[in-house]
């Protein structure tokens, strides 16, 4: 598949995933091209050739079930092979929801408040979510190289989940502390129960007696 081809393949449905999730579309799919090989290691099962539309390599059991992949390791100079099974979709929107979803642990929470792609690529290494010491500047590479910052611009006509002023409100107070996980970004018009305001209330309370 060429690049681009792929590229187009992925970028809606990242952008898609952003109006829920808030999550940079250009720095999704410059994870989708590094950890998928532009595509070509999605996991098929090796049995039926069965795709799982699985961009990130994440295990478990999907919403499609899973695919079983057979690989070759070796162990005490032996050659073993072990079945591992992956999580499978039914399309490519799936697993990148889910991957969104998973970003959402309090873990990530700056990958959320960051201001650009960039900042965000940086927080996604300095929170552990690769072992590669250079994940994040591979991402930015990747994000430069394709321009997919194109793919974080909405004009006025496009549907939006919030206006940018509700969504950056809640930005802040995730930065601020007020709330303590990025899930909350998504229940910005949902009536907030009474622990919760308490508990932003008490967080206040905590800085203010915290200030000098």
Do not use: C
């Not at 992925?10 to 952003?18: C, E, I, L």
């Not at 039926?48 to 079930?65: E, M, P, Q, V």
């Not at 549907?159 to 969504?167: Q, T």
């Not at 303590?180 to 622990?195: A, G, I, Q, R, Y």
């Amino acid at each position: 598949m060429e690049q681009q081809a792929f590229i187009d393949l992925v970028a809606g449905s990242a952008r898609q995933s952003y109006l829920t999730y808030h999550l940079f579309p250009s720095v999704t799919i410059a994870q989708a091209i590094l950890e998928s090989g532009w595509g070509k290691k999605v996991p098929v099962d090796s049995v039926t050739g069965r795709s799982s539309y699985n961009l990130f390599g994440i295990k478990g059991t999907g919403t499609a079930g899973s695919v079983k992949i057979v690989s070759n390791e070796v162990e005490n100079g032996q050659i073993v092979p072990r079945t591992s099974e992956f999580k499978a979709y039914y399309n490519y929107q799936q697993s990148i929801d889910d991957h969104s979803q998973f970003l959402l642990k309090p873990a990530y929470k700056k990958v959320l408040t960051a201001s650009t792609p960039y900042e965000a690529a940086q927080a996604l290494s300095k929170a552990g979510y690769a072992t590669d010491p250079d994940y994040a500047t591979k991402l930015t590479r990747i994000i430069d190289t394709y321009n997919l910052t194109q793919y974080d611009q909405f004009t006025p006509e496009e549907p939006s989940a919030y206006p940018p002023w509700k969504l950056d409100l809640g930005k802040r107070a995730l930065k601020e502390g007020l709330l303590t996980s990025p899930e909350w970004l998504s229940k910005l018009d949902e009536p907030m129960p009474v622990w919760a305001v308490l508990a932003v209330t008490l967080r206040l309370l905590d800085k203010q007696r915290q200030a000098p």
